[in-house]
């Protein structure tokens, strides 16, 4: 069992140049918050396979979005998969958000949401990384309140298999992330090498729920760094980097976050294939382009994505 590495970081507030020491995973103990999308934004993401984006949101714009939550959570959801009726009226709102640690696709439930997926900043963060034609395929919304687990490593290309390699998330944190309440750790660099490591089912059910690990990568936890980041930063990612998140430990309030996924609208993406297309012609349609144009907009948009919900204490055990 793998065993938590508990650094400390920094922010640094980084407006120029990336500083001029070596940058080697194992030295890498710090994070920068980039206040502009720049070329040192995109060559930290080259190097590192993330970086930090200050004030992506606002505060308005992050108590929008938490109060939005916070509706759908209140909601009637009893027509999507896994879905409770509404909160009663006598019921708080910190126990209607605790009956659901995630909402998938929240931008079906959600006009507000659908539109921050293309939110100008975050988008901007975007195309510099990925360049100028750029498309949503998913949205996750992460409420994990005080106890609950976080996810083993893993990389997301592992998940949704792009053909060019240009899959980047934005996670966007909806209240400060700290090692308490169940950061991000990343391994920096780990992108580089273009590979997908083999993961199975791992077994610490009490820390990461029934997720699967990857495995028999070339790193240690000793080479993982915690992304402690204020609420409204986001955290743009190499599709290939490893990642993982431990739980929410003790009474620490949530650990909220909006998490979506994007790549270059010139690659196909052969994602949940329906039988009998090959893999050559497979394209996933439910998109959203956010920047630049498509050029396999002749195939038009499908409406294969449904909001589903992970329900308290749902640890993915039975599933």
């Known amino acids: 069992m793998r065993q938590r590495a508990m650094v400390a970081p920094q922010w640094i507030m980084a407006t120029g140049a990336l500083s001029r020491q070596n940058r ?39 108590a929008a979005v938490n109060a939005e939550t916070l509706r759908l959570c209140r909601s009637d959801l009893t ?11 006598s019921m708080s709102d910190d126990d209607a ?6 909402i998938h696709n929240p931008d079906k439930l959600s006009e507000y949401l659908n539109g921050m997926v293309a939110h100008p900043r975050v988008v901007h963060a975007l195309t510099s990384v990925i360049g100028p034609d750029v498309k949503s395929m998913q949205s996750m919304m992460f409420i994990k309140a005080s106890g609950k687990p976080g996810q083993a490593w893993h990389q997301d290309e592992y998940f949704i298999p792009t053909r060019d390699r240009s899959l980047h998330a934005a996670w966007i944190a909806l209240d400060d992330a700290t090692v308490d309440n169940g950061c991000l750790w990343v391994l920096p660099g780990s992108h580089r090498r273009g590979v997908l490591y083999p993961a199975d089912q791992q077994d610490n059910v009490d820390e990461f729920g029934c997720t699967i690990e990857a495995r ?6 000793e080479d993982a760094v915690p992304v402690e980041i204020p609420a409204g930063a986001a955290l743009i990612f190499n599709g290939y980097l490893l990642h993982r998140s431990l739980r929410n430990s003790g009474q620490h309030g949530y650990r909220r976050a909006f998490v979506n996924h994007y790549m270059s ?7 949940q294939l329906p039988d009998g297309v090959k893999v050559g012609d497979g394209d996933y349609r439910d998109i959203v382009v956010v920047a630049g144009t498509d ?13 589903h919900i ?10």
């Open 24 to 62: 080697t995973m194992a030295t890498l103990k710090s994070l920068e918050l980039f206040r502009e999308v720049d070329d040192t934004f995109a060559a930290h993401v080259a190097e590192h396979g993330f970086a930090v984006l200050a004030d992506a949101l606002d505060p308005s714009e992050v």
């Open 79 to 89: 027509t999507i998969a896994r879905g409770q009726g509404a909160a009663d009226e």
């Open 97 to 102: 958000l605790r009956r659901y640690s995630a």
């Open 216 to 221: 028999d990568f070339p790193y240690s936890d």
């Open 265 to 271: 609208c010139s690659s196909l993406l052969p994602w």
């Open 295 to 307: 050029p396999y907009a002749y195939k038009g948009i499908e409406t294969r994505r449904r909001a």
């Open 310 to 319: 992970r329900r308290d204490g749902d640890t993915g055990c039975d599933s």
